[in-house]
């Protein structure tokens, strides 16, 4: 256009003020940088540094969980072993009657004599009514002697019902009361031999509490578990 010249200058680009640390220049800019830095190595070294010490409590805090649960299972299985002794004794008679019985083909309990084979169980399976939970070798054995009696139980309620019935019947009835009872000698051998590791387990030592082999009163017992049943 006339009386204007016709070389423009070019304009600059101003850059916005917002993408600046305002009174921060280039090595203040710098410098924050280092300080983060440094404030998140200081958050993570002390954990990359108290590590071992870590590693040495969990250790303690395990060691100090078996040690409580080596105690707990020692008491647990002294604890069996007594209610193992007093069951014992409970069923003894039973077994004796029942050993009367095979050697006598003619010979036939009472209904009195049931009963009392049936108290003398129900007492037995009362002592192993309370289930604490322990280690694996006491709970297997607390379970085996509990089914042992079980089974005991059974063959005295199949015996009672050979009383209510005569003839062949009567006397499948009454041989298969005297196969249960052998069951339940193997089982509760079975089940002595588990408690015997569990007492091993327990630092007791070895504990023996098998029945006799034909289950008389003062039939000597042996260390070991009977291989079969009488």
Known sequence: MPGRSSHRPVPRRVRSSRHRLPGLGKRGAAGLVAALVLVGLALV?????????????????????????????????????????????????????????????????TSAEVQRWRSAVESAAARFADRPSGGTAVNLARSGLAGAVTILGRAVETY????????????????????????????????????????????????????????VEGELTSDHAPEGPP
Do not use: K
């Open 45 to 109: 070294l002390p954990g990359l540094w108290s590590s071992g010490d870590s590693d040495s409590a969990l250790q303690e805090r395990t060691a100090e969980l078996q040690e409580a649960e080596r105690e707990r299972d020692a008491g647990l299985t002294g604890d069996l072993v007594g209610l193992a002794e007093e069951a014992r004794t409970d069923v003894l008679p039973v077994l004796s009657g029942f050993a009367e019985l095979d050697g006598d083909a003619t010979g036939v309990a």
């Open 160 to 215: 009672a019902v050979s009383l209510r019935v005569e003839g062949a019947e009567a006397q499948q009835l009454r041989a298969l009361a005297g196969e249960l009872r052998d069951d339940a000698v193997v089982a509760w051998s079975v089940a002595a031999s588990q408690l015997d590791v569990a007492g091993i387990e327990a630092g007791l030592g070895h504990v023996h509490v098998f029945l006799p082999p034909q289950g």
